[in-house]
């Protein structure tokens, strides 16, 4: 059964912007856009994330894995509560994931464990982790979250896709720097790509976090059905 989308709860929520390709959010954004967006006034930070799509090995379930900028995630992610411990190994080690505390339970992982993912979409990928933070981060219990310096040089290392794949986010979430400029730096964001093959849509975080999961849902729904 469908569940209703977990209502955004904590001030960052309501600071953050979602930038994703207009045609769907499927399709690839270049890295080339971030520092565009990130020159656009109002916007204090920007955090590219790509979709990996693991699950674990001898497993069907599927649960939202991406890869997020190591530098920038801390800052637009705040509401996430990672200890200076966890910060410090975030930043220091690859590898390292960060998990939401509703599906830590479900896997079965702590601090310190080691997770290997493999990729449900090209070029099909199998990575090792190791989980360094879990978070209770409420409106994201469910997600796994990794460096995506990691996950492009990795992409990169695999002849099977072109660079332009490669070198590539689904999203760009926008920390801005307060709420009065939520609706001026979405529109400058889409505007500033409004004429090119990577046109974008901007939204608020809370519409796309339920489109997103309706999407998600349904993913799971047909691979249920196979």
């Known amino acids: 059964t469908p569940t209703a989308p ?3 709860t904590s001030p960052a929520e309501h600071l953050r912007l979602v930038v994703h390709h207009k045609t769907t959010i499927t399709k690839l954004l270049p890295l080339g856009h971030g520092p565009k967006i990130s020159a656009i006034p109002g916007v204090r930070t920007v955090c590219g994330m790509r979709w990996f799509g693991g699950r674990l090995e001898h497993s069907q379930e599927q649960f939202p894995s991406m890869a997020v ?11 996430f509560n990672l200890t200076a411990d966890e910060l410090g190994a975030w930043h220091s ?5 960060v ?14 464990d080691r997770v290997v993912l493999a990729a449900t979409v090209p070029p099909y990928l199998k990575l090792d982790f190791r989980v360094v933070g879990i978070t209770h981060a409420a409106a994201y219990p469910n997600v796994f979250l990794f460096r995506l310096d990691y996950l492009i040089d990795s992409l990169r290392a695999n002849p099977m896709m072109p660079p332009e794949h490669d070198d590539a986010v689904n999203i760009y979430w ?10 001026a730096v979405r529109r400058a964001a889409d505007a ?4 090119t ?6 939204e608020l975080e ?3 976090v339920a489109h997103f999961t309706k999407m998600f849902e349904d993913i799971q729904l047909l691979v249920r059905k196979r």
């Open 6 to 8: 977990i209502p955004l």
């Open 192 to 195: 500033t790509f409004a004429n």
């Open 174 to 183: 926008i920390r801005t720097e307060g709420a009065e400029v939520l609706d």
């Open 206 to 208: 809370e519409s796309f």
């Open 93 to 97: 080690e690859r590898t390292a994931a």
């Open 69 to 79: 900028d190591p530098d920038t995630f801390p800052i637009v992610f705040d509401d």
């Open 197 to 202: 093959s990577d046109a974008t849509m901007t």
């Open 99 to 112: 998990v939401g505390i509703g599906l830590a339970g479900r896997i079965g992982c702590s601090p310190g």
